[in-house]
């Protein structure tokens, strides 16, 4: 070989280091969005995603020495892996029959939100959300033994190890970049593994292995992944990929959809949607000036914005994370609250917001704020996790004005969650807050399932006083009925028989503690939806299913011993440690660039940066 081939040699093995690094982390993270929005309640456990791509491409450089080259398989597995999650998102959603256990929802050890709305004990077939995960945990690990394969076969090739491992780690650089590029503009599946499957064909073109049959699978693999919006947008819906979520909406019934599960509906003010006034009905009707400067965290769509502004605000920053969510609201909101010169947008974290802003607040809301979706693959909370802390609330009192509320509601599930809430509320603002259930009850018990519940604190008394001396408040489902009337004054019995029922009893709920422990969350611990500090059933199951298949998995992959000496089989314990440090020092980046800077998908890509 002469000195020019042998440099074009290098050259092309540079160059393969590089490009087997961007579609690492590149197909990494559109595995991470793509089957989370897809495999149903896979959002909750990305985690698992990230753990696949890992172990299938540490089995690809055991197995560099194999003569099986797996990427010739890629095409076919990407197929698959794909099918079987349409497949399977096609069952669930046309077959009322089947559900999904994830955690026993009915008495949860963890809440999943949105997990529990078809019951185990009437359903023909039950499928336990591990196995689930188990299936997907092995076929998106698959899909990246070949890249890791070739990348183990170009290492061992190539003559500088230090200048292939800088060429890897910029391609890893420039694939996380390129991703946060394309969730900066929005792009759609298609263009994801578009790309992944252009540099595929590179790599298999490069070794010869470019066939026909393989092409057509990588063409098949792209249009598949266009099926499920286009059969979204032939029933009239329209779907956008945020940074965060495959994000449906659906004009006829103006719902919003995220990753298949029901998220927000916008509700116009002369349709329905009462409770959005309630706090400023209360305020209103024990007596108290209408508030002023309201801050709304979560302001999604638009109904919280909208009714506030139908009670004499002044100014409303309303603050939302994702940005497609806040252009449905801004766009189709049926009484374009966003229009109005007294809402001031922002596109922030909640929590970053109320750590940065410089105002002060009559009223601070949380509105049904949940995420339905991990922050990151590196750990398991959410999106909202950090604002619901005993820290998150001091941050609430801090910008609130002396003798302002705040109001936080939401269907929280269960009755110990409603207790944590109340409880961190009253140890932050140093009053006791006010708990309603709607519908009405006088009491909630923390080993109860509840509906629509609202935690309203801070130390103003008024509206406390108000129901101890005057009694019930009625609210009117039609929010234009309650302008200009006091719900204390209220008589739904003197009404005629058919306007009774449009009448909505409102009283102060008793929490009753009857189980578990009452336990804060905090910063140190920000898991308010996790019933006590534990490791929950699902998650022991998981771990111990998915450590089997991965231990399974390497053993697959491992060198095969020529010499007919058996030696046993030795483990590099400096290798061990380095990895298990390596993954909790990621866990721990993400913990806290989440608190320093917001759950932002900024903050996500950063995280997934190599050192």
Aim: with cysteine; hydrophobic share 45%.
């Amino acid at each position: 070989m002469t000195e020019t081939d042998s440099a074009r040699d290098r050259s092309g093995q540079a160059f393969t280091l590089f490009l087997t690094g961007f579609l690492v982390l590149f197909l990494e993270l559109a595995c991470i969005r793509w089957f989370a929005a897809n495999v149903i309640f896979l959002q909750f456990f990305t985690n698992v995603v990230l753990l696949a791509s890992f172990l299938g491409m540490s089995c690809g450089c055991m197995a560099s020495q194999q003569k099986r080259d797996w990427l010739e398989l890629f095409p076919v597995l990407a197929l698959l892996a794909i099918f079987a999650a349409m497949a399977l998102l096609g069952i669930y959603s046309h077959w009322t029959g089947m559900v999904v256990d994830v955690g026993n929802q009915t008495s949860p050890q963890e809440i999943f939100f949105g997990t529990e709305y078809r019951n185990p004990d009437v359903a023909k077939f039950t499928v336990p959300i591990d196995l689930i995960v188990a299936v997907f945990f092995i076929l998106i690990a698959l899909l990246f033994v070949g890249l890791g394969q070739r990348l183990g076969r170009t290492f061992d090739a190539y003559p500088n190890r230090v200048m292939g491992y800088s060429y890897n780690i910029g391609g890893s650089l420039a694939g996380i970049a390129g991703f946060s590029l394309l969730s900066f503009l929005r792009a759609p599946p298609a263009i994801w593994f578009g790309i992944t499957c252009i540099g595929i064909a590179w790599l298999l073109r490069s070794s010869g292995k470019l066939t026909g049959p393989r092409i057509l699978a990588m063409v098949g693999v792209v249009a598949l992944v266009m099926v499920p919006n286009a059969k979204q947008t032939m029933g009239g819906a329209q779907t956008s990929w945020s940074p965060y979520y495959s994000v449906e909406y659906n004009p006829k019934t103006l719902g919003v959809t995220v990753n298949n599960v029901g998220h927000q509906q916008m509700v116009p003010f002369s349709l329905g949607g009462a409770s959005y006034s309630l706090v400023h009905l209360l305020q209103q009707g024990s007596g108290g000036a209408p508030f002023k400067d309201v801050l709304i965290i979560g302001a999604g769509s638009g109904n919280d914005v909208d009714h506030a502004l139908r009670h004499g605000v002044e100014r409303i920053d309303a603050v939302e994370i994702d940005p497609v969510i806040q252009g449905i609201g801004i766009n189709n909101n049926p009484d374009r609250p966003y229009a109005d010169p007294r809402v001031v947008r922002h596109i922030d974290d909640g929590r970053h917001f109320l750590r940065t802003t410089d105002r002060k607040y009559d009223l601070v809301v949380y509105a049904l704020v949940d995420s339905l979706i991990l922050h990151s693959g590196y750990s398991n909370i959410r999106l909202e996790s950090f604002l619901f802390t005993r820290e998150a609330l001091s941050d609430v009192k801090r910008v609130l004005k002396p003798g302002g509320t705040f109001v936080t509601y939401n269907y929280f599930r269960q009755g110990w969650v409603v207790e944590r809430v109340a409880a961190m509320a009253q140890d932050v603002f140093g009053c006791k807050p006010t708990v309603f259930s709607l519908p009405y009850s006088d009491k909630i018990a923390t080993s109860s399932q509840v509906g629509f519940a609202m935690v309203m604190g801070g130390c103003n008394p008024r509206i406390a006083n108000a129901f101890a001396t005057r009694g019930d408040f009625w609210l009117n489902r039609l929010p234009a009925q309650n302008i200009g009337r006091n719900g204390f004054d209220q008589k739904p019995d003197a009404s005629p028989p058919g306007e009774r029922a449009d009448w909505q009893r409102i009283g102060p709920a008793t929490i009753t503690h009857d189980t578990g422990t009452l336990r804060f969350a905090t910063d140190d611990w920000p898991f308010l939806y996790l019933q006590d500090r534990l490791l929950p059933n699902l998650s022991i199951r998981s771990m111990i299913l998915l450590g089997l298949l991965g231990i399974g998995m390497v053993f697959a992959f491992l060198p095969k011993r020529q010499s007919k000496e058996r030696k046993p089989l030795s483990i590099d314990g400096r290798m061990l440690f380095m990895g298990a440090a390596f993954m909790l020092l990621e866990t721990r980046a993400v913990v806290q660039l989440a608190l320093l800077f917001g759950s932002t998908w900024l903050v996500n890509s950063l995280c997934f940066s190599p050192p």
